[in-house]
RNA sequence: GGAGCCAUCGCCAAGUGGUAAGGCAAUGGUCUGCAAAACCAUCAUUCCCCGGUUCAAAUCCGGGUGGCUCCUCCA
């Protein structure tokens, strides 16, 4: 393990070196999902954010305790079962399992802990009650607060300062608090709420306090990494370091702040007040899943995202749907990943990986480069232009491969297949047999186009009768009549295949 | 009112002091009966504007302009 990762620290501010507790290992947190219905893209992307960091990290040799929560206990969730006559936490449990699916569809891997609110009930009590004990908290009537006036260094992740924070502005203080930015760690039962015996009576955990109780529990007081949405930084995280800190008594708690830029549609963020809100099977039944998964590690994962969005119009003129077009592009571009595997995996196995020996030096570059980026703060943009180098020269290499010696020909396509996969890894994509994915997309794209494939069979059969006959006249007016149906052919030694031309994007 | 982020080719997007990656689109070419795919070539003397620091700035500093986010649940 030599390589030296910088990564960019939210703390500090800037791009510093990272040094693991232990060499070789990385605890790290990531802020999961409020599982109260279901996953949308944007959970998507973060999720695929964190994931693609923690790939890197296991690229680069780390071993990575991954720990992502799922809040189960929360506002949001009471009000949501109480509608629908559910109980809360198994209405939690349920969307969190499809959320794991979701995920999974779009190369996320498991956690390797998932702690649940639920589940941490007694761990959430024993930090309050340290809190309690050295003063940093108080109670009223069954409620227990933290006190932010006891905790000096509040407000440096965030930069902001308690004197500067519109209380009140938007939503009532409580005037039961000692002070306006103080919050809940303990909230009181009330009827219809699902509720927990504690030393200051039933009641539920507040918010924040999940996380400086799940982190303890399996990363320890001081860990290295911590992670979430920019949009967790305040108050969430703030409060978060406050709670920790003040109950354990260290300067530290997370070593490294990551933070992940937003998914925006056309400028705006996306929320669901504003309806332009997408959920994920939405996005893999019109693009697939792996297309989002490109487009994310097409971006650096603080970077705020732009989606574009183009609304569709049927024959009367009305709203019927939505493009993606930044996906389509996505989508495109692992076509021609997957069709330059698909060649590769043919001509090795058709003639053998050319045995031990050199490769054109061009291709052994993949992997050191990708090594490199990843190490630069998980530059993961820099890798696909990489990635995009090694296909280029495979088809090169496949395409006539002059001048160069049959065995390291061989031997160099053999490398780059293997190497262009190992690379996917590290991203989460290229993952998948190239004959399935490009089954997949074509019947994909013949479903959204509406294309009548026995149809195209017969055009096709018909044209090439036609050009056995030399008559090429047909032959063309045949493919004129697939092209008008979207439908591209392609002529090969071992007769005539077709694809759906997806339209270019501009 | 406070805190912070962003502005790079028609579009998407890396690059944070050493002289502008990559993708899409476009144009020309090789290949092809014609195509498609693939490959080759061309495609930002310049990084929102104005000053400043420096031998050197897209990158640092000051001032504008425009967009966004957080201070409320939010990925």
């Known amino acids: 393990m030599s390589t030296t990762v910088r990564l960019h620290d939210s703390m500090r501010r800037q791009k510093v070196t990272f040094e693991p507790l232990v060499p070789g290992k990385v605890g790290m947190y990531v802020c999961g999902p409020t599982t109260y219905t279901s996953a949308h893209v944007g959970h998507a992307y973060s999720a695929i954010s964190f994931d693609t960091i923690r790939r890197c990290l296991l690229f680069l040799g780390f071993d990575v305790r991954y720990v992502r929560n799922v809040t189960d206990v929360d506002d949001k969730i009471i009000k949501r079962a109480n509608e629908i006559g559910q ?9 969190a399992d499809e959320y794991n699916r979701d995920m999974a569809r779009f190369n996320v891997l498991p956690p390797t802990v998932e702690p649940k609110v639920s589940g941490h009930i007694g761990e959430i009590i024993t930090v309050i009650e340290k809190l309690v004990a050295n003063g940093s908290a108080y109670t009223v009537a069954g409620d227990v607060y933290f006190s932010c006036e006891t905790f000096a260094p509040y407000g440096k992740l965030s930069g902001q300062s308690l004197d500067e924070l519109r209380a009140g502005e938007r939503v009532a203080v409580d005037e039961r608090k000692k002070s306006p930015a103080d919050f809940a760690l303990w909230k009181a039962a009330k009827p219809g709420e699902p509720s927990w015996d504690s030393p200051w009576g039933k009641g539920r955990p507040g918010w924040h306090i999940e996380c400086s109780a799940m982190t303890v529990a399996h990363l320890g007081e001081t860990f290295d990494l911590h992670g979430g949405g920019k949009d967790l930084i305040f108050p969430h995280h703030e409060n978060e370091i406050a709670q920790s800190q003040g109950a354990h008594g260290h300067d530290t708690f997370a ?102 020996g050199a490769v054109v030096p061009e291709a052994e570059t993949l992997v050191p480069t990708c090594r490199e ?82 149809a195209v069979e017969k055009l ?23 092209t008008a149906m979207n439908i591209e052919l392609f002529d090969t030694p071992k007769g005539t295949d077709w694809r759906v031309a997806d339209a270019g994007s501009d």
């Not at 574009?308 to 076509?335: H, I, K, M, Q, Y």
């Not at 530059?379 to 006539?400: F, H, Q, R």
């Not at 096709?460 to 493919?479: E, N, P």
């Open 373 to 454: 980026a990843v190490a630069d703060d998980f530059n993961a943009p820099i890798v696909m232009a990489a990635l995009g180098e090694s296909a280029k020269l495979a088809n090169k290499l496949l395409d006539e491969g002059k001048g160069v010696a049959k065995d390291v020909k061989r031997r160099s396509l053999a490398r780059i297949g293997k190497d262009m996969r190992a690379v996917g890894e590290a991203l989460g994509i290229l993952l998948d047999q190239p004959e399935r994915y490009l089954a997949e997309r074509r019947a994909r794209l013949v479903k959204r186009l509406g294309i009548d494939t026995a």
């Open 87 to 95: 109980d809360p936490v198994a209405l939690a449990a349920h969307f």
């Open 460 to 482: 096709l059969a018909d044209r090439t009768a036609a050009r056995a006959a030399k008559d090429f006249t047909r032959a063309d007016a045949i493919r004129g009549e697939l």
């Open 255 to 356: 070593r490294y702040w990551l933070h992940n830029g937003f998914l925006n549609f056309e400028g705006i963020k996306m929320s669901r007040s504003l309806g332009n809100v997408f959920d994920c099977s939405q996005i893999a039944d019109a693009v697939g899943p792996e297309a989002l998964r490109l487009f994310c590690v097409s971006h650096h994962y603080r970077s705020p995202v732009d989606f574009e969005l183009e609304e569709t119009r049927g024959p009367d003129g009305a709203v019927n749907g939505v493009r993606f077009r930044s996906l389509e592009t996505a989508d495109r571009r692992l076509e021609y990943f997957y069709t330059t595997l698909l060649r590769i995996d043919t001509f090795v196995a058709q003639g053998g990986d050319g045995g031990a």
